[in-house]
C-alpha cells in the first residue's frame, strides 16, 4: 500500500537486462499501471551509450519508448555503469538520475547535470523513484573506493509490495547487503568470475587481487552460496545473474554449478549476456504465466538462450 493509502496501481511489471557485464550495464524495469496508459520504465546503469541503447531498442525491445522512462537509478559511477556520452542526452530529456549521494559528486564529473541529480539514503531509509509507485532503499556494498549501491526496489502491488534486489559490482556480502536482499522476489546479482579462470587468465596480479579481494567482484560460488543464504524460499521466485566476465567465466559452468542444486531452491534462473539482451522477465503480473508454473523439474528453469 502506498503512503496515501490507496489501492495499488500495478497491473504488471517486468525486467528486461539489455546489457551485462564490464563492457556495459543497463537494465529497464517496466510498469503497467491502471490509472496510466502508457507504461512507465525505470533504467538501472546507463551503461551502455544512447546509440548502443537505441540499436538494442530496435532490434529487441521496440515497444520501450525512452519517452516514458520516468526515472534512473545508478549503482555506482564507473563508467560501466554511467557512460558520460549520456551527458548531452541526460540534459535534454531530464530524468531524475538516483544514487548515492556519496557518488554524486563522481557522476557531475562524468557529466550528470547536477539539477537532475536525486539522493538515496544511505541511511535505510526508503526513497521514493516514481511517486505512490516504486521506492528504492540501498546498503553501499564494499567495491573500490567508493562502494556500490545495493538496491531494493519496492513495487506497490498491494499490502504485499513486489520487492526486487539488485547487487551488482560488490566484493563480498556484507551483513547490511545480505539484510537488504532477503525476502526479495526477484533477486539480480552479480556472478563475475570462476576463481580458476581468474587464477589462470593472463591478468596482472594487482588486478586478480582487486577483483577476488573482497572489493572487486562475486565470483560465481559466491553469489550461488550468496542467494542461498539470503533467500526466503517461499518468496524467491527468480534470480538473474548479472556482470559475468567475458575472459574470465563462461556461462555454461554457471548452469552446471546451478544445475545440481537448483532443484532445491526452484527458482527461475536467468544468466544475462554482455551484448543479447535477455527476453522480459516477469516480475508481477495480476496472470502469472512465467515459467516457473509451467516447468514441472526446476533443474530445467534457465534461460536456454544464453
Ligand atoms: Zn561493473
Known sequence: MNDLGSPPSV?????????????????????????????THVCIDLGIGPRTLARRLETHAPDIDLDHVQAV??????????????????????????????????????????????PLSD??????VVKDLLDVTIALGPHDDHGSAVLRFGLDTGPTPTTIGWATDIGRVTPPVRDLLAGCDLIGLESNYDPKLQSASQRPPFLKERITGGHGHLSNQ?????????????????VVLLHLSRECNDPEIVRQLWKASNAELAVELHIAD????????????????GPADELPYPDLMFDFRV
Do not use: M
Open 73 to 118: 537509478v545508478i549503482t555506482h559511477p564507473d563508467t560501466d555503469h554511467l557512460r558520460p556520452t549520456w551527458c548531452r542526452s541526460l540534459e535534454a530529456r531530464g530524468w531524475p538520475v538516483f544514487a548515492a549521494p556519496s557518488h554524486h559528486a563522481a557522476l557531475a564529473r562524468h557529466g550528470v547535470p547536477g539539477t537532475q541529480l536525486r
Open 222 to 238: 559466491e553469489a550461488k552460496n550468496a542467494v542461498f543464504a539470503i533467500s526466503d524460499r517461499d518468496r524467491l521466485e527468480t
Open 123 to 128: 541511511g535505510g531509509r526508503r526513497v521514493s
Open 274 to 289: 554482455q551484448d543479447l539482451p535477455l527476453d522480459p522477465i516477469r516480475v508481477f503480473g495480476a496472470i502469472d504465466s
Open 11 to 39: 497491473i504488471s511489471a517486468d525486467l528486461r537486462v539489455i546489457a551485462s557485464g564490464s563492457a556495459g550495464n543497463l537494465s529497464i524495469l517496466t510498469i503497467e499501471r491502471y490509472d496510466d496508459p502508457r507504461p
